[in-house]
């Protein structure tokens, strides 16, 4: 798979448009003309030029003026390409082609992709960490930034909804704020790329049952395409144990993508997305925990023995619904110099929890119902500025407007007073305590930035953005940034970056809990200190190279250091799976990547490696939820992060077998290494865990136009095998700062799938 930093210009969104990019995740650059795709019947049509260099491409089509369609729909993506470039950035881009090729394909999620570029470590409940952050990963549907919603282990943007993808890490240009560890921009599918439709059925171990459909076409000026998926099964959520099955853990999923674009002109054009998401998970059971308290000094009272038996902890019923909805309408315009793309978009996340009620009473002495929701609204406008033939200038801004609203309804045991020893006595009858809140708040951020040519060799992108909050924050900051990307022989870019960076705390993930409704109860906080969290401010360095070896055959290098005041993280505190986030008053997070791919006619292989160190020191917000103890010890300390994982490492290799007759045979597999993320030891997230290496398999064979021309569509067979070996490996071990539950890594699965095209 191709991860290289980007040079100049990106063209990958007009050649993913175009379906001509080759190979695992190979984006197309000057350097190396893309390969027409086999087609029964072509047109040769000359596309509008790219930076003054003509390009043909290869349409499939019997009418001229569908051909015309395509042209415009490529020049249109790249206009909306050039609208973000990734000038000094590193960029790894996954094709069609490469998605498809990854073990599973679309039905893999979209967490299973981004392992393969290189320092993105796994985390529980489909959680990454990008260059030692916790979850500070933005997504874009074709360029239009989501707002964050509540999903934890909910995927509401499935890998089925993207014709293509690029991630990008290290010193963002301007244009990027907010969330800046990584820029996840999807090019979704539309009815000019994927024109027709396709139905799969896809199953196999643990009740695996994922069928889905999908149906695109273009008439005239307007152009559909839509989706929707169903998963069942019993791996929701990570094995809390080292069995091959877990106890209690069926899931159902539902997912859909709309997408409708109506073309005016060759300079005009109007995007609907529409997106749905419905997930409902039991919540995996933990056998032969002690019945107690939050408190230890229940577990020795008479109320204990009382109810011990009462409640096994093998088999509670707890259960978590997650919902996302959300909607982009966009217009893009060309005006002479000017290139601009405005949007308003809306998105509604919810998450619902249901406790087992008097299990969790007894284990955790507290039962639960929680219900969090965020509503997010806002616009996007981005304006390109070809002001002279060495100058781009861009600017735009960013206002998202949140409704967070929080109800919970606790059953708690209230305590009666204190033994002789000074330790609580509490009552045998619970109590209720019902606690709620609502909060609107605010985000903002304006840019302008100039892209300079100052030798055919050597670009400069500098620029300023400043971003504010206005939440249970209020903080505003001026953040320049400056890149240079020099290309001082054939085939080779060297770059070097600082980008001062702003994030606002999730205001989804803000506790807001009434502490003292809970004082002298089972629930009661280990201490009452609740400071805000506050915006995190960075240094942010990059530096790095990339060099084409042979035709086909990258490599690349980047090194990376960024110095944090107020770093953010997030945990899990409490039966809820629901992440709060608190503040390292500092943070220092550095490491280093390196990454080789060769794509060349039937054979793709790709390798990454990646080391990296992530620390903190002194608490600073939410205390609440960690022990005094610990509090202390990390005040004048520096301490591991929880997700910080040393080593990581990916690769993956694909060949083709028959690839110019109707019968491609295709075997792939990707490898995923861990050193393990953190775990309390001798002092909090002091070791880490066990390394892991897995392996996962696919073989897929197409049968081109099974039919005939007269019903035109591929069949395809597909075999998936994840986790090879079946090794046994722990993500998480239940303790460590902001740790719940241990989890174990998905055991060998084997899944199966057919589905043909129409």
């Known amino acids: 798979m191709i991860r290289r930093p980007s040079g100049l210009f990106l063209y990958s969104s007009l050649l993913g448009s175009l379906c001509l990019t080759g190979g695992l995740g190979a984006a197309q650059t000057p350097d190396t003309p893309p390969t027409p795709s086999a087609t029964k019947q072509t047109t040769r049509i000359k596309a509008a030029p790219i930076k003054g260099r003509p390009q043909t491409t290869t349409v499939t089509t019997d009418k001229a003026r569908e051909a015309q369609q395509v042209i415009v729909t490529a020049h249109l993506d790249r206009m909306r390409s050039n609208l973000s470039p990734t000038t000094g950035a590193t960029v790894y881009t996954f094709s069609r082609k490469a998605l498809e090729t990854i073990p599973g394909g679309d039905n893999a999620p979209l967490n299973q992709v981004l392992l393969q570029a290189p ?13 030692g952050d916790h979850n500070e990963v933005q997504f874009r549907l074709d360029g239009v930034q989501l707002p964050e919603g509540l999903s934890v282990f909910g995927q509401a943007l499935m890998t089925r909804f993207a014709d293509s993808m690029s991630m990008t890490t290290g010193a963002l240009p301007s244009q990027f704020g907010f969330l800046q560890a990584a820029v996840v921009d999807i090019t979704t599918k539309t009815g000019t790329t994927n024109t027709g439709g396709n139905l799969s059925i896809y199953g196999g171990a643990r009740d695996y049952f994922f069928p889905s459909l999908q149906y695109g076409f273009h008439k005239g000026k307007w152009d559909f395409f839509a989706t929707a998926d169903f998963v069942h099964d019993r791996v929701g959520i990570e094995n809390t144990m080292p069995t091959f099955n877990a106890l209690h853990d069926l899931s159902n ?11 005016a002109d060759e300079n005009t054009r109007i995007s609907f997305i529409a997106g749905v998401s419905n997930a409902e998970y039991q919540l995996p059971n933990n056998p032969g925990q002690q019945t107690q308290f939050s408190m230890p000094s229940y577990s020795g009272s008479s109320l204990a023995q009382q109810l011990s038996g009462s409640g096994d902890s093998g088999s509670l019923s707890e259960h978590q619904k997650q919902i996302t909805d959300f909607a982009i309408l966009a217009l893009q315009k060309e005006i002479g110099v000017f290139s601009l793309q405005s949007s308003v978009f809306t998105r509604y996340s919810s998450l619902r929890y249901s406790p087992d009620p008097l299990g969790d009473l007894v284990y955790n002495g507290i039962a639960q119902n929680a219900a969090r929701s965020v509503f997010s609204t806002g616009t996007q406008h981005d304006v390109t500025w070809r002001a002279m033939r060495n100058h781009t200038v861009r600017f735009g801004f960013q206002v998202f407007v949140e409704r967070t609203t929080s109800k919970t309804v606790s059953s708690v045991f209230g305590q009666d007073g204190v033994d002789s020893d000074g330790n609580p006595i509490f009552g045998t009858q619970p109590l209720t305590i019902h606690d709620g809140s609502g909060k609107t708040g605010m985000v903002y951020g304006l840019y302008g930035q100039d892209e300079w040519q100052l030798t055919r ?3 400069l992108n500098y620029g300023l953005r400043f971003d504010g909050v206005s939440e249970y924050t209020s903080e505003t900051q001026f953040s320049p940034r400056v890149n240079v990307v020099w290309k001082p022989w054939k085939g080779g870019v060297l770059h070097a970056g600082y980008s001062r960076y702003f994030t606002p705390p999730p ?11 809970f004082a002298q109860t089972s629930a009661a906080p280990a201490n009452y200190r609740n400071n805000t969290v506050r915006a995190e401010r960075d240094h942010y360095f990059d530096a790095g190279f990339e060099q084409t070896l042979l035709p086909g055959w990258r490599v690349s290098f980047d090194a990376y250091y960024k110095l944090a005041h107020n770093l953010i993280d997030e945990g899990q505190f409490g039966a809820p799976i629901v992440l709060s986030g608190f503040n390292y008053r500092r943070g220092q997070v550095n490491g280093y990547e390196f990454s080789t791919s060769y794509d060349r006619g039937p054979l793709s292989l790709y390798g990454n490696f990646a080391w990296s160190r992530a620390i903190g020191k002194d608490i600073t917000s939410a205390q609440f939820n960690f022990d005094p103890e610990d509090l202390a010890y990390i005040k004048n300390r520096w301490i591991h992060l929880d997700h910080d994982q040393r080593w990581t490492a990916s690769a993956g290799a694909a060949y083709t077998l028959f690839h110019r007759t109707r019968f491609p045979l295709r075997f792939s597999a990707t490898m995923v290494y861990g050193s393990g993320l953190r775990a309390d030891g001798a002092v909090p997230n002091g070791v880490a865990l066990t390394p892991y290496a897995t392996v996962n398999f696919s073989a897929v064979q197409t049968i081109r136009d099974t039919f005939g021309h007269r019903w035109p569509g591929d069949t395809q067979l597909r075999l998936d095998v994840t986790n090879l070996a079946d090794h046994t490996y722990l993500l998480r071990d239940g303790s460590g700062i902001g740790v719940g539950a241990p989890q174990y890594g998905l055991r060998r699965t084997i899944l199966c799938g057919v589905s043909q095209g129409f």
């Open 457 to 459: 060799n050597l670009t």
């Open 507 to 517: 205001f989804e993930v803000v506790s807001s809990t009434s502490l003292y409704k």
């Open 253 to 263: 999923q539902y997912h859909f993508l709309g997408h409708a674009r109506y073309t």
């Open 119 to 131: 320092g993105v470590a796994q985390d529980s409940y489909g959680q990454i960490h990008v260059r």
